[in-house]
């Protein structure tokens, strides 16, 4: 069974049609890439995905259920996270408050034990400073728990951003241009960890991305998006040779 | 908080250095002010009437100050109708103080103690239900937009209340029992902080923080961001009705005129100094202001021009108010005394940083 279907989704602002009867399945455990020339959408449907825009037509069923017009923090509690396309942190707090604020589900107490401060209010906050803080470790970022996210470098920003989304538990992982300006290293670096991250928690990811490099090695299939339309989809190698692709993104050939 | 990182430690033992004078003065200063209360209630006269009065006044201020943080520095929403929810609960405890009749089974001092913070959550509450009602509707709007909004909500209450009957218009309300002392005042406003810091250092404080420092982030990480609006402009409503209501048994006497948008800015002014989302920050704020039109009182008319000086030159200097986001907590109270013994900060190895900072 898809984890995610989304049935001929579609949205205007006013007389733009931005995304125009898209589709997508994916399989658990997937990873596919989303890509286009700019302006073409990709970042709207992520919008939709997550709840942020409501879609004038089409069905968006995550995990067997309908969440068309559901709010984003009910689709991010059924499990869709994301990342941003200009990072969003919490920029005046610590990196480890970014984390855990994440964990709003996870905090096992009620009214009346926030207000005297009982036992199970100290317990759930340990545990959550304690899972806030492994999770940090996994992205080598806990040694800097302490510091203000804005003053961190871009490429750990990027990081801190992904490692805030996967406390959320999320099944699916929306990442929007995760190597957007890292050079070269880092976004080697940054494929590793998505290809572990993958593994290690059985994730299913979806991700835009403008580095070719990057997707061509990571992505098992590639969707390609122009004007809010998918003009291909395939592996790698097929988008690689579609001659509408390189169309889209090169010009017409001069005849 | 939970960690200390090497990072950023000089700085932060610059900071640390300074807030252990401050705290054990800030310490020094409240023992006193118990022991005063005390005695007080003891039936010593110590205090004179107009001390009392600024005491009073200043746990009040104190209310709502820490009150119209949680909403404004912590959640983030610019709110400038606070006197509006404080008219709210002044009226109706006034009200419900008045007509409550004397009941016969208990002496009238009794009823006192029974009836006072009865009738003061009532008006907490009316005032809360107030924060709702506005709340749901005019928190969809951000910035300068919900701050014109509240504004005209705390007038429209004015207006409101100096135009009904049973709030006799302009003359007021008279002859309200003086139920207001100096242990309800602190009583009150100990709970409140006691109450909002809770809140702020747990997941729905968190919730509220996220909410400030980015909304679509907060929604994209599963905060239900109009659930925490709306609750946090209720529970800041509550207080300051409760705030409310302790100022019209304090001053016997309430009239619109009280509650106008001055009050309001008053109270936005303790918040601003104090720093916005540093609650120890608005209660010291809190009591500075309330002090200092008294202290300047020798230089007559030139009160206020120095008074409002005193501002200007605060926010030229320290635009972020007095303590920006810091706290003075307990962790400053720890440092301070594992400084003073020495080397027990060396015999604790899981303080890799040197000592207790806090956020």
């Known amino acids: 069974m898809a984890l995610l279907k989304v049935e001929d989704i579609s949205i205007s602002f006013g007389g733009l049609r931005a995304v125009s009867g898209f589709n997508l399945e994916l399989k658990p455990g997937e990873l596919v890439g989303l890509i286009g020339p700019n302006g073409a959408g990709k970042t709207t449907v992520f919008n939709i995905l997550t709840g942020f825009y409501q879609p004038q037509e089409g069905r968006v069923i995550f995990d067997g259920k309908d969440i068309t017009g559901l709010g984003c923090h009910k689709i991010n509690r059924l499990g869709i996270g994301r990342t941003f396309q200009n990072i969003r942190l919490f920029n005046e707090l610590t990196v480890l408050d970014n984390v855990k604020i994440a964990y709003q589900y996870a905090g096992r107490y009620s009214w009346r034990h926030t207000i005297f401060r009982t036992g199970s209010y100290r317990r759930s906050e340990k545990e959550i400073a304690d899972w806030a803080l492994s999770r940090l470790e996994i992205f080598n970022l806990d040694g800097k728990a302490g510091e203000i996210a804005k003053n961190l470098p871009y490429g750990e920003q990027r990081r801190l951003e992904i490692a805030r989304a996967l406390a959320g538990r999320p099944k699916l992982l929306l990442l929007d241009e995760p190597a957007a300006g890292m050079n070269p290293q880092e976004t080697m670096e940054l494929l590793e960890l998505i290809k572990w991250l993958r593994k290690e928690f059985s994730l299913t990811i979806f991700l835009i991305e403008h580095d070719m490099s990057l997707v061509m090695k990571l992505c098992e299939r590639i969707l390609v998006l122009d004007y809010g339309m998918t003009i291909a989809e395939g592996s790698p190698e097929e988008i690689r040779n579609n001659p509408r692709v390189i169309e889209a993104y090169l010009g017409e050939e001069v005849s | ?359």
């Open chain 2, 1 to 359: 908080m939970e960690t200390q990182t090497t990072t950023g430690l000089e700085k932060a033992k610059a900071v640390e250095k300074w807030r252990t004078h401050l705290f054990p003065a800030g310490l020094a200063i409240l023992i006193l002010l118990n022991i005063l209360i005390f005695m007080e209630h003891l039936g010593f006269s110590i205090v004179s009437r107009y001390y009392k009065g600024i005491l009073i006044l200043a746990f009040i201020n104190i209310i709502l100050a820490v009150s119209l943080n949680l909403i404004n520095g912590i959640t983030g929403l610019f709110s400038i109708g606070h006197a509006g929810f404080m008219a709210v609960g002044a009226y109706v405890s006034a009200l419900l103080s008045l007509n409550m009749g004397r009941w016969e089974f208990v002496s009238p001092q009794v009823q006192a103690v029974i009836q006072f913070p009865l009738v003061l959550l009532a008006g907490g509450l009316a005032a809360a239900l107030a924060g709702l009602v506005i709340g749901i509707p005019t928190l969809r709007l951000r910035g300068d937009y919900l701050a014109i909004a509240t504004l005209g909500f705390g007038e429209i209450i004015r207006v409101v209340a100096l135009n009904l009957n049973i709030t006799r218009g302009a003359r007021g309300i008279a002859s309200i029992p003086n139920y207001t002392s100096l242990w309800w005042a602190q009583l009150f406003a100990v709970v409140t902080v006691v109450i909002i810091w809770n809140i702020v250092h747990s997941n729905h404080g968190r919730a509220m923080v996220a909410i400030r420092e980015d909304e679509i982030a907060a929604e994209a990480m599963g905060i239900n961001t109009t659930y925490y609006k709306v609750l946090s402009f209720t529970i800041g409503a509550f207080f300051a009705g409760v705030a409310g209501g302790l100022l019209a048994h304090h001053l016997t006497f309430i009239s619109p005129k009280a509650f106008d948008v001055l009050k309001s800015i008053e109270i936005l002014l303790m918040v601003v100094l104090g720093g916005l989302g540093s609650i120890t920050g608005s209660v010291i704020a809190a009591i500075v202001l309330t002090a200092l039109p008294e202290v300047l009182r020798f230089l007559q008319a030139y009160r206020m021009v120095i008074y409002a000086g005193t501002l200007v030159v605060l926010m030229i200097f320290r635009p972020q108010g007095l303590f920006g986001r810091a706290e003075v907590d307990l962790t400053v109270f720890k440092s301070f005394f594992r400084s003073r013994t020495g080397e027990e900060v060396t015999s604790r190895p899981e303080k890799r940083g040197g000592n207790g900072g806090s956020a």
